[in-house]
């Protein structure tokens, strides 16, 4: 692996564990055993390296969302999808939990992040799309459908720092991807008015895959209770 990757690599993993604003170029450097003088031969700053790393991370959301046009979509496509997403949200979590102020110190991430959102909100509302076409949901409004998918990317975007500022431990890493990937199961309790009779009750076995069990006060799991929903 050559040095600039490396860098990348144990940035990343720097982040992710003790928080970007708590890592330094010096930090970086030394973990990988290199001098600072090395680290700044391939990035001028820890800026430039938080912005490759967005790159990348765009890259991957895009290649997951990635939408076959040459056959209908079906309940596994959107497992995969919703897996994927929050996978990648877990990898690179760091991005999220800071999200506000690395965009407020970067305008090229604040502008490029603004295409990624639009970018991503498109391909929400064409996945939607595909899946009324497949008889899954019926979204037909494009309105509706604008609504439901900044719905959708509202909670997969903000569901980690719910957890961190409400349900999360005292120690910085206490949240897992567990926990993180029960996001799931909210982003798809908004769809269940929408679903066809046909397909309710395998979304509805589907969703209880992700059932939240958010730490009580006290510490102890409390399983979220759903009320049972009406039919119709």
């Given at each position: 692996?050559?040095?600039?990757?490396?860098?990348?690599?144990?940035?990343?993993?720097?982040?992710?564990?003790?928080?970007?604003?708590?890592?330094?170029?010096?930090?970086?450097?030394?973990?990988?055993?290199?001098?600072?003088?090395?680290?700044?031969?391939?990035?001028?700053?820890?800026?430039?390296?938080?912005?490759?790393?967005?790159?990348?991370?765009?890259?991957?959301?895009?290649?997951?969302?990635?939408?076959?046009?040459?056959?209908?979509?079906?309940?596994?496509?959107?497992?995969?999808?919703?897996?994927?997403?929050?996978?990648?949200?877990?990898?690179?979590?760091?991005?999220?939990?800071?999200?506000?102020?690395?965009?407020?110190?970067?305008?090229?991430?604040?502008?490029?992040?603004?295409?990624?959102?639009?970018?991503?909100?498109?391909?929400?509302?064409?996945?939607?799309?595909?899946?009324?076409?497949?008889?899954?949901?019926?979204l037909t409004s494009e309105d509706?459908?604008?609504?439901?998918?900044?719905?959708?990317?509202?909670?997969?975007?903000?569901?980690?720092?719910?957890?961190?500022?409400?349900?999360?431990?005292?120690?910085?890493?206490?949240?897992?991807?567990?926990?993180?990937?029960?996001?799931?199961?909210?982003?798809?309790?908004?769809?269940?008015?929408?679903?066809?009779?046909?397909?309710?009750?395998?979304?509805?076995?589907?969703?209880?895959?992700?059932?939240?069990?958010?730490?009580?006060?006290?510490?102890?799991?409390?399983?979220?209770?759903?009320?049972?929903?009406?039919?119709?």
């Amino acid at each position: 692996m050559k040095t600039r990757d490396k860098i990348l690599l144990s940035s990343l993993e720097l982040f992710n564990e003790r928080g970007e604003r708590n890592v330094t170029t010096n930090h970086i450097a030394a973990h990988l055993a290199i001098s600072p003088g090395n680290l700044y031969y391939h990035f001028r700053n820890k800026s430039d390296i938080i912005y490759e790393i967005f790159l990348e991370y765009e890259k991957l959301v895009d290649f997951y969302l990635d939408i076959p046009q040459d056959r209908a979509l079906t309940l596994d496509d959107l497992t995969f999808y919703l897996e994927s997403v929050f996978d990648g949200l877990w990898s690179y979590r760091f991005f999220h939990r800071d999200l506000e102020y690395l965009l407020d110190t970067d305008p090229r991430l604040r502008k490029d992040y603004r295409e990624f959102t639009n970018r991503c909100l498109s391909s929400i509302q064409e996945i939607f799309w595909k899946l009324t076409e497949a008889g899954i949901i019926e979204l037909t409004s494009e309105d509706l459908r604008a609504a439901v998918s900044l719905n959708v990317w509202l909670v997969v975007t903000n569901w980690m720092a719910f957890l961190k500022t409400a349900h999360a431990g005292d120690e910085p890493a206490s949240l897992t991807i567990t926990e993180l990937k029960q996001g799931i199961y909210q982003v798809l309790t908004m769809q269940m008015p929408y679903l066809t009779p046909e397909y309710r009750d395998r979304v509805v076995a589907l969703r209880e895959r992700y059932r939240p069990s958010l730490p009580a006060a006290g510490g102890a799991p409390v399983k979220v209770v759903a009320r049972k929903e009406r039919v119709g």
